[in-house]
């Protein structure tokens, strides 16, 4: 009886100095990874001590399992250790990179905070990108097709609510937005059109003579302004409101017409085609040193989403 | 005879000729359409930077074809080498992801970084303290060494915005570098280590040149674990 208790006693006691040394190596386990302190020998040795002593004779699983873990435990901070060993001449410290890191760069050192020029990450990345091997980004070269999609199919699902629904009240919607639609082009282009008779009729009363037709509609800032103003006018020359012809110099001019006249006399039917390309629009503007449009810069409206989508 | 001959079929070429029958059934513009999609199908998915798994590739491409996938992905590889310039190689043996690699190596115009060039060199810093390190740094001290180069982890940054979901994710699913946690610490500790795809697409080399350009004179062979290191990786393509 005696012997079996001073027997639990001590195994109770050894397991509790093995569970303090398995605490000890996980609380601290700087102080065994520094290389100068040799605490990993003397823990090994006392576990050591421990087993002549206190784990003689018995056969209980528990205190296996506990000296295993603080052995377990042992070994991989000796491989942590071996690891943080440095043979080398030249020992890499990672806080001297990173001051290199910001010397190279440029950076600021303000006390603590650290500034760099905005640029600075692109450029190193223009330097780093050559040593990557990874695949190039891809983009289609034409665009791709995939923006198109979702319009159409909000479309086709209107017009399928439209048809479960009552019959009657789909196309009529459907159609009053559309008219709506023109109308409010029609409008525009009605709008434009009043506007730059004016200020033609404006000028014409200025200077009292026919205007140059360049100088007119070339607006230097915008090429498509100007074929824009180009279209306008054509619909005054339909509608004989304004007399486009040339002059001595054989350069067209542009006068408005009489109030009244088109009514007098019948509209004969002349038709001409009239193109401009962009290098052609870049000379007008040299040649009739066209610096400011007659006709103001309009917005581009909502009409034109259609046109600033990618092919 | 006859007997014999059927008896010396290997199971590796039951397999083999498994993929040959499906093969067969197929006509030319069928097979010649099915490596199309797979090519083009393996060119879109490898702008995410994820790998591609060979399940998606049977789910997504090959559908019921799905037997003859190593005789489609030979032929996509071909495909890819010759018209893309680009190399289809598997993560890790038998891991059946793949990534694509360029073939091009240090060519001055181009420029292969699809993610942009900020994140380049983001990368290269961060996969050059690992290295350097010993191949291993804790989170803890990467961090350290970060903000001492003015990124903080704790702030967004305006360049890189949220750094350590970058490191801790990001870069994780693509491959670059391995977050982990650090065996029998406690409290709990993690690492971060260079991740498979870069292992493909950087050479430990170029990382060292890399160093030693920031360090200004330094010979790379100067460090010279790593110098080992790098050459060791170079020496088994040369043959």
Redesign the interface.
């Known amino acids: 009886m005696d012997r079996a208790s001073t027997n639990d006693a001590r195994t109770r006691e050894a397991r509790r100095n093995l569970r303090s040394l398995i605490h000890d190596t996980?609380?601290n386990?700087h102080e065994y990874l520094n290389p100068e302190s040799d605490k990993l020998c003397s823990t090994l040795l006392k576990s050591d001590d421990l087993y002549e002593n206190g784990l003689l004779g018995t056969t209980s699983c528990s205190e296996k399992v506990l000296e295993g873990k603080l052995l377990?435990?042992l070994s991989?901070?000796g491989k942590q250790r071996a690891?943080?060993l440095k043979?080398?001449?030249?020992v890499?410290d990672?806080?001297e990179?990173?001051?290199?890191?910001?010397t190279?760069?440029g950076?600021n050192r303000d006390g603590g905070?650290?500034?760099?020029a905005p640029d600075v990450?692109?450029k190193?990345?223009?330097?780093?990108?050559?040593?990557?091997?990874?695949?190039?980004?891809?983009s289609p070269l034409y665009g791709s097709f995939v923006r198109g999609e979702p319009v159409k199919k909000a479309v086709v699902e209107r017009r399928k609510k439209a048809n479960e629904k009552e019959i009657t009240r789909g196309p009529t919607n459907a159609e009053e937005l559309r008219n709506f639609a023109e109308l409010a082009e029609e409008e525009t282009t009605s709008r434009e059109v009043t506007k730059i008779l004016n200020i033609l009729k404006r000028e014409y009363r200025a200077s009292n003579s026919p205007l140059c037709y360049f100088e007119f509609v070339v607006n230097p800032e915008s090429f498509s302004q100007t074929i824009e103003n180009i279209f306008y006018c054509s619909f005054l020359v339909r509608d004989g409101l304004v007399i486009v012809s040339l002059d001595d110099d054989k350069l067209p001019v542009i006068q408005p017409c009489e109030e009244g006249a088109s009514k007098k006399k019948k509209l004969e039917q002349n038709q001409l085609a009239f193109s401009i390309t962009k290098p052609q629009f870049k000379k007008c503007v040299e040649t009739f040193k066209i610096t400011s449009s007659m006709i103001p810069t309009r917005s581009s409206g909502p009409s034109q989403p259609a046109a600033s989508q990618p092919l | 005879m006859a007997d014999e001959t059927q008896l010396m079929f290997s199971q590796e070429e039951q397999t083999v000729s498994k993929q040959s029958k499906v093969l067969c059934q197929l006509s030319a513009e069928e097979i010649s359409k099915i490596v199309v999609d797979l090519v083009r199908y393996l060119?879109?998915m490898?702008?995410k930077?994820l790998p591609i798994k060979r399940s998606d590739i049977n789910k997504t491409v090959l559908g019921d074809k799905s037997r003859g996938f190593d005789h489609f992905i030979e032929m996509a590889k071909e495909r890819l080498s010759l018209v893309f310039g680009?190399e289809l190689i598997e993560l890790e043996l038998n891991s059946k992801s793949y990534?694509?690699?360029?073939e091009f190596?240090?060519?001055?115009y181009?420029?292969?970084?699809?993610a942009?060039?900020?994140?380049?060199?983001?990368?290269?810093?961060i996969l050059?303290?690992i290295f350097?390190?010993?191949n291993?740094?804790s989170d803890n001290?990467?961090y350290?060494?970060?903000r001492?180069?003015?990124i903080d982890i704790e702030f967004h940054h305006e360049?890189?915005g949220d750094v350590e979901n970058k490191l801790k994710k990001d870069y994780v699913r693509q491959g670059y570098v391995e977050y982990s946690r650090v065996?029998?610490?406690?409290p709990v500790q993690h690492e971060f280590k260079w991740g498979l795809r870069a292992r493909?697409?950087?050479?430990k080399l170029?990382?060292l040149d890399?160093?030693a350009?920031?360090?200004?004179e330094?010979d790379p062979s100067?460090?010279?674990?790593?110098w080992e290191q790098a050459n060791a990786e170079n020496a088994p393509n040369e043959s």
């Open positions: 996980e609380r386990r377990g435990n991989v901070l690891q943080k043979t080398d001449t030249v890499f990672p806080t990179f990173a001051e290199k890191i910001v190279y760069l950076g905070d650290i500034t760099f990450w692109t190193l990345g223009e330097e780093v990108s050559p040593c990557f091997r990874g695949a190039p980004p891809l | 060119l879109i490898s702008q930077k680009m990534i694509l690699l360029s190596q240090d060519h001055p181009l420029n292969c970084y699809s942009g060039k900020t994140e380049c060199s983001l990368l290269m810093i050059s303290f350097m390190n010993g291993v740094i001290q990467l350290d060494c970060l001492r180069i003015g360049v890189f065996v029998g610490a406690e493909k697409e950087l050479s170029k990382v890399f160093v350009k920031i360090y200004g330094e100067n460090w010279t674990s790593q």
